[in-house]
């Protein structure tokens, strides 16, 4: 059983802390209604599509900054999901 909960929390912290680091997810300021859940919704969403995105060796971060700087290779990452 206690195998099981610290998988459980190796795996939480480790997304929390990409989430923190990619995203500074602990800064964010959004607040109301649904906004929260939903803006954390489409974080985990972009960090599924950067982590299938396997011709860069780049870190996350630095692939979410190309991506933002380039056209071509956001268009490359979204592609990457099917």
Known sequence: MAGAI???WGIENSL???LDVTFCEDESRIRKQNSPEN???LRRLAINL????KTSQQSLKMKRYRAAMDN?????????AS
């Open 50 to 53: 950067l982590k299938q995105e």
């Open 16 to 18: 929390h802390w990409t």
């Open 6 to 8: 610290l998988r459980h």
């Open 39 to 41: 803006f954390a919704l």
């Open 72 to 80: 071509h290779y956001l268009v490359k990452i979204l592609n990457s």
